[in-house]
């Protein structure tokens, strides 16, 4: 499920319990929790004035403190390390160790990636190279 589609979900859901059951029923959304559903339940109903944070995510990307805000179900980057095994995705070079954690390439997403942490409610890329300062 792409962003967009969460996104939609969320804005269709009559409250934050409605959205926490609408997303235990996706797939890749199974460490959302009930605090996730409610953050993000009331940042897509929210009214009234932007702070200059969310005006700076709207005009370049959704970010706090630098680190991309994410969803568990986004697909992977070109620096996913898996959780498990803590190798990447795709072998760095031929014939090089990658992860196999994993069958289908839509199975690596951020939820799976060891640079994925949750802050605030939010889910954050921490690896260093994605950070913008």
């Not at 934050?16 to 339940?41: I, P």
């Not at 090089?96 to 951020?110: Q, V, W």
Request: glycine share 8%; proline share 2%; with cysteine.
């Amino acid at each position: 499920m792409t962003r967009e589609e969460i996104i939609a979900k969320a804005r269709e859901a009559k409250s934050a319990d409605e959205l926490y059951k609408m997303a235990r029923e996706m797939e890749g959304m199974e460490e959302f929790t009930e605090e996730d559903a409610k953050t993000c339940f009331d940042l897509v109903n929210r009214r009234g004035e932007l702070s200059d944070e969310e005006i700076e995510n709207a005009a370049g990307g959704c970010r706090k403190n630098g680190r991309l805000v994410t969803t568990l179900a986004e697909g992977a980057c070109e620096d996913f390390i898996c959780k498990k095994c803590h190798l990447p995705e795709h072998a760095a070079q031929p014939g090089g160790e990658k992860c196999n954690c994993y069958i289908f390439r839509i199975s690596y997403t951020c939820g799976k990636c060891e640079y994925i942490i949750k802050e605030g409610g939010l889910w954050l890329c921490n690896n260093p190279k994605r950070i913008k300062h």
